[in-house]
């Protein structure tokens, strides 16, 4: 099949963008390999973070998911299920199913009162030890990408649908509200991202 982009929309910015997201995500969880059985929220119009990631199973949840693309992500060994979160946060795993979690650049498309209630799903379909990682753009950039977007030079779509912005403190107070232990936060690409990762409590 045509390989299509990455994000809705297309920016040529857009494709380096989610490079230094996947490479910062790859990075924090490189000491974990082989992981076991990541779940990626929000795996885009094309799984191309799940592809390089060294996990046995693989799962990647997305809004729509055509059944060409699902069959093309079979064949590399990734499970692509459909499911609207702005419908329902509720996500259609069993407790405790991955050891992996990512969310890259999704938080910020999320209505904000519905954010703890993603973030307390994640931590029940979490194993205890189960890793959580993260990306969000920087609050103080939200200004830039519409400027950005408006340019043309990243995608407008994903931007318009932006529904809140978040400081590392924010990150930090949101992931901590679901219950997760250990949490650590930093930024990237000259702190104009923020990264996040937090591990479940151990019985």
Not at 1 to 19: E, F, S
Not at 92 to 121: K, N, Q
Not at 136 to 144: E, I, V
Request: hydrophobic share 40%.
């Amino acid at each position: 099949m045509t390989t299509p982009n990455v994000v809705r929309g297309y920016g040529p910015l857009d494709k380096l963008i989610a490079r230094l997201r996947h490479g910062i995500a790859y990075r924090k969880l490189k000491p974990y390999y082989p992981l076991q059985c990541c779940l990626d929220i929000g795996s885009g119009a094309y799984p191309a973070f799940l592809i390089d990631l060294q996990a046995r199973q693989k799962f990647g949840l997305e809004k729509s998911v055509s059944e060409e693309l699902t069959r093309h992500a079979a064949s590399m060994g990734i499970t692509l299920v459909e499911h609207d979160l702005s419908r329902s946060v509720k996500l259609p795993f069993e407790d405790r199913f991955f050891d992996t979690v990512t969310m890259l650049a999704v938080i910020e498309h999320i209505e904000p009162p519905a954010v703890a209630m993603l973030l307390s799903e994640v931590y029940r379909i979490l194993r205890p030890g189960g890793r959580l990682m993260m990306t969000t753009p920087a609050a103080w950039t939200d200004a830039l990408l519409r400027g950005l977007a408006f340019c043309r030079l990243i995608s407008r779509e994903e931007i318009d649908d932006h529904k809140d912005t978040f400081t590392q403190t924010k990150v930090k107070t949101c992931i901590a509200g679901a219950g997760f232990d250990t949490i650590t936060t930093g930024s990237f690409e000259c702190g104009m991202n923020l990264w996040a990762f937090a591990v479940k409590k151990r019985d």
